[in-house]
Structures are given as structure tokens and as C-alpha cells.
């Protein structure tokens, strides 16, 4: 079965970068034709999409935050990454990764989230 | 940008009765795609419905999904304890993907 775990600090600084990874297990990145991406909420909150890309390397950004995201792949761990720079309190939010299907990026598998905080 | 309004904002109700969630976007969505998400409190969300009417894998069939364009509704037929929950519809035909606010089930 297919499992999703981010992992990275629970806290960080103001305007430093925010960096997560998430472990996929159960299935295999590079050989599987799916979307993968990240999404976030902030505390009692609702949802906002950060970002998604393609088994075979496009990758689309929401333009709120393209500027300071890259989502990137090591599929050699079987890991895919999220760097949100120069971040602020706003950025302070449960962080997910994704799994989406194989035509579109509706998310069908959902990582069990992490809480980073930005604060001094 | 698609902008999704849900409603209500909390729609409270008593086990076996009916729950009709509204999910109402600014302009047409691409193709239908449009989905719902659950969220119990701690949890992260769960896929429910996707391409408008399609039920994901395991969702049980008091589920179901339906509407077009612009207007898209998630209805429950026979509500059960455990669905008391916080209901999200999301768009993903154009970019940037968005979601709704939320609507919150109560008891």
C-alpha cells in the first residue's frame, strides 16, 4: 500500500528556507505515472496548493509562491522535496505531500502532514 | 484564478438524515474536474469524490457527487457518525489548483 512521510524541522527562522522531503513507500516515483506534489493549510485553516509535477518532469507552481518554491526529485531515495524561501509567519502551516493520478493532479493520496512553524 | 465558494459554512444535522454541500465556482471548471475531500479533526484530508461524480476507491456509496460548470454539489444520503467532519471541494482543471473554503458537518 501505498504510504507517504514528510520529514524536515519543525521550526524556522524568519526569511530563512523552509525544507521538507517526502519518503515514498509501496510504490516507486520514477516508475509509476502518476502526479506527486505538495499542499498546505495553515492552522485552522483551509487548504492552498503549493505545487505538483509529473513522474517524467513538468512541474507547475501556484503563482503566490512561485517565486520562492522549487519542488524537486530524487528518485534514487525515492523522495521528492519542497524549499519555500525567505519565509515569514505566513508560511507557518501543516505541510502535505501528494499523490495525484495518473491523467491530473487530483490529490488521491495524501502524506499524514507535518507542522512547521516560522518563528524567531 | 478559480475562486471556489462553499455552502454553508456549517451544516448541522442528526445521523440518518440527508446532508446537500454546495460548492460554487467563479468560472467554468475545465472538463468537471472538480473533487471532494474529507478532513476529521488531526487528520489529514481524504479523497471522496473526483471528476465531479466519480467515487474514489472505498468510499462507501452514500457518497455521491454531481453538477457540472459551475455548480457542483456533495450529497450524503444517510449521514453516519463518523462523517461528522470538515468537507473541502477542489478544482483541478486550470492553474493554480484551488480549493474551497470548507464546509463543517456537525452533530
Known amino acids: 500500500q501505498l504510504q507517504l512521510q514528510e520529514s524536515g524541522p519543525g521550526l524556522v527562522k524568519p526569511s530563512e528556507t523552509l525544507s521538507l522531503t517526502c519518503t515514498v513507500s509501496?510504490?516507486?516515483?520514477?516508475?509509476?505515472?502518476?502526479?506527486w506534489g505538495w499542499i498546505r493549510q495553515p492552522p485552522g485553516k483551509g487548504l492552498e496548493w503549493i505545487g505538483s509535477?509529473?513522474?517524467?518532469?513538468?512541474?507547475s507552481y501556484n503563482p503566490s509562491l512561485k517565486s520562492r518554491v522549487i519542488i524537486s526529485v530524487d528518485t534514487s531515495k525515492n523522495q521528492f522535496s519542497l524549499k519555500v524561501s525567505s519565509v515569514t509567519a505566513a508560511d507557518t502551516a501543516v505541510y502535505y505531500c501528494?499523490?495525484?493520478?495518473?491523467?491530473?493532479?487530483?490529490?488521491?493520496?495524501w502524506g499524514q502532514g507535518t507542522l512547521v512553524t516560522v518563528s524567531p | 484564478e478559480i475562486v471556489l465558494t462553499q455552502s454553508p459554512g456549517t451544516l448541522s444535522l442528526s445521523p440518518g438524515e440527508r446532508a446537500t454541500l454546495s460548492c460554487r465556482a467563479s468560472?467554468?471548471?475545465?472538463?468537471?474536474?472538480l473533487a471532494w475531500h474529507q478532513q476529521k479533526p488531526g487528520q489529514a484530508p481524504r479523497l471522496l469524490i473526483y471528476?465531479?461524480?466519480s467515487r474514489a476507491t472505498g468510499i462507501p456509496d452514500r457518497f455521491s457527487g454531481s453538477g457540472s460548470g459551475t455548480d457542483f454539489t456533495l450529497t450524503i444520503s444517510r449521514v453516519e457518525p463518523e462523517d461528522f467532519a470538515v468537507y473541502y471541494c477542489?478544482?483541478?482543471?486550470?492553474?493554480?489548483?484551488?480549493f474551497g473554503q470548507g464546509t463543517k458537518l456537525e452533530i
Open positions: 501528494a499523490r495525484g493520478g495518473t491523467i491530473t493532479d487530483v490529490v488521491v493520496v
Open positions: 509501496g510504490g516507486s516515483i520514477s516508475s509509476s505515472s502518476y502526479y
Open positions: 509535477f509529473y513522474y517524467s518532469g513538468s512541474t
Open positions: 468560472q467554468s471548471v475545465t472538463s468537471n474536474y
Open positions: 471528476g465531479a461524480s
Open positions: 477542489q478544482q483541478y482543471g486550470s492553474s493554480p489548483r484551488t
